[in-house]
């Protein structure tokens, strides 16, 4: 039920806040939500090899990140990081970005 709770609280809002999940890309979504080195590496080859777009998982929902944000995590792909941001529909606007525990 909390995580429900969570995930709605964050499809709902269209203000700033934070939240922590995965940098992965467009093509695998949540399968990269573990921040292994497996994951870091397919997420980084899609990204920077193929041109997949990097995108934001939080638990099994898929948020894409703005055209404005993407360069602020190109740093962290496939890593566990905690956002901070807006919200709009399903697109992410990525004020800072930064390594979660």
Known sequence: MKKFAFLSLF???AFAAEWTGYISD????????DGSERSMKCVSGCVK???A???FVVGDKVYKI???SKSKVMDHLGHK???NGKLSGETVSIDSVAMAN
């Open 11 to 13: 499809a709902m809002s």
């Open 26 to 33: 467009s093509g695998c979504g949540a399968k990269h939500n």
């Open 49 to 51: 090899g193929k041109g």
């Open 53 to 55: 777009a990097p995108v």
């Open 66 to 68: 703005d055209d404005a």
């Open 81 to 83: 990081v905690t956002v």
